[in-house]
């Protein structure tokens, strides 16, 4: 499932399935955007996406391994 951050903000489509899926969160952005500058929305953004990232467990194996105690 895609995160409220996965979602291309560039795109009326993605924005509108966007707002679907994560009402609250889309209005409370809306709502940011018109209290903050541009310029301090689109930090607030990134950091708030950057810390999704981060937070998101990696889960990249390629290969089965076995675990094993002797």
Known sequence: MKSFFD????????RQERNKMYPELSRF????REEMSEE????????????????RPIIHQNKNKWISAY
């Open 7 to 14: 979602f291309n903000r560039n795109s009326p489509e993605e």
């Open 40 to 55: 301090e929305y689109q930090a607030f953004y990134a950091s708030e996406k950057e810390s999704l990232r981060q937070s």
């Open 29 to 32: 952005h809306i709502a940011l």
